[in-house]
């Protein structure tokens, strides 16, 4: 009997934090936060949180002002992004030396196909060994398609390994709320709940007819099927490639005059595209993050007439997707997206 094929889903345990400890040994066991200049008293936003400072009820999105409220005695930290590029980097490399498939789909995690009659000894290997040449933790995942993968490492964190696969979703999933499913976030589960459908049993039992005619013909039936289990199965070794580039700004005082809030809208759609430039990537789409006071973000976007490598078309696009916000409150925030042809 050939043995069978597994998707094992590998997530670095409070991965930004981790490396900011790793980096100063001397930071271990106590709370940690990242996230902007690493000043509390700037406008910024939590990158992440070790686990001490969780415990505190800080947590990623969370603006610095009020994590340092939570938890004063943390320490925080900037963001270092080059760094966690570098230490993902070598994280992925040490999976690429086991018998897996390796697709990493972002900083901190990563699908692994593999095909093994105990996928559980195999996961143990994954964090056994990236823990003795990054000295950093993991949790995996173990499905038999990459959605019950990924939903079974929230069960195994922290540094553990969970099996989630047909057999057993049923007893585990049922009684969850919808937002347990990888995909489905508050938004949705607030238009579901208007249907009446507020578990994961309850939306597998749903009528799929009447969840396209609330959701659409693509998105209605996909949530069906999320709730079912059902997900891809094929891991790919191709590189993980960015889809978009941004760039953003939260500034320390309010912009009210509109024609200030053009100009900054401006400035950050030239460097983005500038940012992009190099890489040769062709931009299909521009979108334009707000964040109005007191803290109601919002985007909107253009999609451009053509493919375009220029900082014209990027720029007056931005600017158009600006037009398209009819706020008329304080802006504390703003950014600047490009998505990529492919």
Not at 22 to 38: I, M
Not at 56 to 66: D, T
Not at 133 to 143: K, N
Not at 240 to 254: K, L
Request: charged letters at 25%; proline letters at 6%; aromatic letters at 8%.
């Amino acid at each position: 009997m050939s043995e069978p094929d597994w998707v094992l889903h590998v997530d670095l345990d409070q991965f930004i934090a981790a490396v900011e400890v790793a980096r100063r040994p001397e930071l271990k066991g106590r709370p940690v936060v990242v996230g902007g200049n690493g000043d509390p008293t700037e406008r910024a936003v939590v990158a992440t949180a070790s686990y001490e400072a969780r415990e505190f009820g800080v947590h990623s999105g969370m603006p610095l002002k009020i994590a340092v409220r939570k938890c004063p005695d943390a320490v925080f930290l900037p963001s270092d992004p080059a760094a966690y590029e570098a230490v993902s980097a070598h994280v992925m490399d040490v999976l690429r030396e086991l018998p897996v498939v390796v697709e990493v789909i972002g900083w901190d995690e990563a699908f692994l196909g593999a095909r093994t009659d105990d996928p559980e000894a195999l996961a143990a290997t994954v964090r056994s060994r990236v823990e003795s040449e990054t000295g950093l933790s993991c949790s995996v995942g173990i499905g038999d398609n990459k959605l019950r993968a990924k939903l079974a490492t929230g069960f195994a964190k922290p540094a553990g390994i969970y099996r989630l696969t047909r057999e057993n979703w049923v007893p585990v999933m049922a009684a969850k709320p919808v937002t347990a499913l990888w995909g489905i976030g508050s938004r949705t589960a607030k238009k579901l709940a208007e249907l009446g459908i507020g578990t994961v049993e309850e939306l597998a039992r749903s009528d799929p007819a009447e969840l396209a005619a609330r959701f659409g013909p693509a998105m209605g039936p996909y949530f069906h099927r999320l709730a079912l289990g059902a997900g891809d199965t094929e891991v790919t070794a191709t590189p993980w490639v960015a889809r978009s580039r941004s760039r953003e700004t939260t500034f320390q005082h309010d912009l009210t005059s509109r024609d200030e809030i053009r100009e900054q809208v401006a400035a950050l759609a030239r460097r983005v595209a500038e940012d992009v430039k190099a890489e040769g990537r062709p931009v299909v789409r521009v979108v334009v993050k707000a964040r109005f006071a007191p803290f109601f973000t919002y985007t909107r976007g253009v999609t451009l007439a053509g493919p375009t490598l220029d900082a014209g078309p990027v720029e007056q696009a931005a600017l158009a997707a600006w037009e398209r916000f009819d706020d008329d409150r304080p802006v504390r925030l703003l950014g600047v997206r490009v998505e990529f042809a492919s």
